[in-house]
């Protein structure tokens, strides 16, 4: 955790507030049209894209041990599953993940997120079952629109860090995410070790995920990561 020279930009130089460990994660992407995507990110954040094209990521995984700086995790609700539909921004040089939708099984999460960071939190119906290194996960909103997900993933080959300049470098290795509150740009900041990445098989049985609008075609570059430490700063005015 104490390793930065991944990093694009140095720490922040205030203290962390939250840590967690993420498990079981998938990264599922598809190159998607810009005209589809850029009506679901706010015009002042410019779309970041690979070889001149964005990507959308779907990406199912379980929380552990959420914890503030300073206390333990709680019991019962430190732990609880996760599912994000994310793209890619880059605004003054510093390179971000926006939210188009977060589902979670998590009631308590959801109404703290929507507080904290005013990111478009969503219960979900969640299950994950982990068996001989094949993660079956399934996630079906139960408020606002009706998404779902239901998949099966398993790793492959050995997990090393993306090479800087290439694509699972582009979708992976950032360390902040952008929203807007009020009139503007706010951001927050995270921090963990270069990713260990390994490639992943995966079958679909399902995917309503994506907002209207935004279809998928073609096979997902998918990645899986069996752990990943975080920190996470508190949400702040974004300032160049």
């Known amino acids: 955790m104490e390793e930065t020279v991944h990093r694009r930009e140095p ?22 049209p810009i005209d589809e995507l850029r009506p679901y990110v706010p015009e002042e954040l410019p779309l970041d894209t690979f070889d001149g094209t964005p990507w959308l990521g779907i990406t199912p995984f379980r929380i552990r041990g959420l914890r503030a700086r300073g206390l333990l995790p709680l019991p019962r609700i430190s732990t609880f599953l996760e599912l994000n539909v994310r793209t890619y921004v880059e605004l003054d040089g510093k390179a971000g993940i926006y939210f ?22 969503f219960r979900a119906r969640m299950s994950a079952h982990l068996s001989h290194g094949e993660v079956d996960f399934a996630s079906e909103r139960v408020e606002g629109r009706q998404a779902t997900l239901v998949a099966r993933f398993r790793p492959v080959g050995e997990p090393a860090p993306p090479s800087p300049g290439s694509l699972e470098h582009f979708l992976a290795e950032r360390y902040s995410l952008f929203t807007m509150h009020g009139d503007g740009v706010h951001w927050a900041q995270i921090h963990h070790p270069p990713w260990p990445l390994q490639q992943a098989e995966v079958e679909i049985e399902e995917n309503t995920m994506p907002p209207p609008g935004i279809e998928l075609s073609g096979e997902p570059v998918c990645h899986f990561a069996a752990r990943q430490d975080v920190v996470l700063w508190g949400l702040e005015p974004f300032e160049a």
């Open 100 to 121: 188009l939708s977060l589902d979670t099984e998590s009631s308590l999460a959801v109404e703290a997120a929507r507080r904290l960071y005013r990111l478009p939190y």
């Open 11 to 32: 720490l922040p130089s205030g203290e962390w507030i939250h840590a967690q460990t993420w498990e079981n994660l998938l990264f599922a992407h598809w190159r998607v």
